[in-house]
């Protein structure tokens, strides 16, 4: 049987140790993956930390970005290499919203609705977290967020207190991490 090749969009954030480099390494390394295809990376953005009790201005700032692949994977076993690359990237699985050095959500996955233990999707925060929206605007100036409509529109509703990354040298490190428009996500939406 030939596997179906599923578009799918990633949100990364870190917000201890070389954030931009941790994400640009991660990025490589899920471009790199058996059953992972058409990688394409956003730019890096600064972003303010959401924590627990609401934006911190004096938390240590996050780094995030999007990027949008197609993949062969089912979604569990993509949220696996997902989480092992979280691991190799140090990550820590401690208190909710905490202080991380990597953390790769699955926003997207195709048209696919999923709710289990260990998934939801579409991301059910996406909608409200400019530090995902601004980011995939960039990316992809017509972009649909399943569910929730034009991604230009959710970002002006929230308003956009993210700003570009001043130093992000590594956009183009990885073969088949390049930056570039969506594709296919935007017909699920
Ligand atoms: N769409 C998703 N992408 C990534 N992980 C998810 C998703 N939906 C559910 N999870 C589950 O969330 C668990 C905890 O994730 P994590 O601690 O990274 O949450 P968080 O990143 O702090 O919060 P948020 O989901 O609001 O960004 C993971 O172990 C994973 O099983
Ligand atoms: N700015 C910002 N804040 C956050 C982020 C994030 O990626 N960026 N991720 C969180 C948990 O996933 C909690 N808070």
């Known amino acids: 049987m030939i596997a179906q090749v599923v578009p799918v969009l990633f949100a990364f954030g870190a917000n201890l140790g070389d954030r931009g480099e941790t994400i640009r390494s991660a990025q490589r390394a899920l471009a790199a993956t058996p059953g992972i295809e058409r990688f394409e990376a956003s730019a890096l953005r600064e972003t303010i930390a959401l924590t627990a009790s609401g934006p911190d201005p004096d938390a240590p700032r996050y780094v995030n970005g ?51 233990d260990r998934l939801q999707v579409p991301h059910p925060r996406a909608h409200e977290r400019d530090f995902v929206l601004a980011p995939w605007l960039d990316l992809d100036p017509d972009a649909v967020l399943m569910g929730h409509g034009r991604v230009a529109d959710l970002l002006a509703r929230i308003g956009d207190t993210t700003v570009p990354l001043s130093h992000d040298d590594h956009a183009n490190a990885g073969s088949k991490v390049v930056p570039g428009r969506s594709g296919g996500l935007d017909a699920q939406g």
């Open 66 to 116: 999007v990027a949008t692949a197609r993949t062969t994977l089912d979604p569990h076993a993509l949220l696996d290499a997902m989480q092992a690359i979280e691991t190799t990237h140090g990550r820590v699985r401690d208190i909710r919203w905490g202080d991380r050095t990597l953390d790769i959500d699955l926003v997207l996955f195709g048209g696919r609705v999923i709710s289990d």
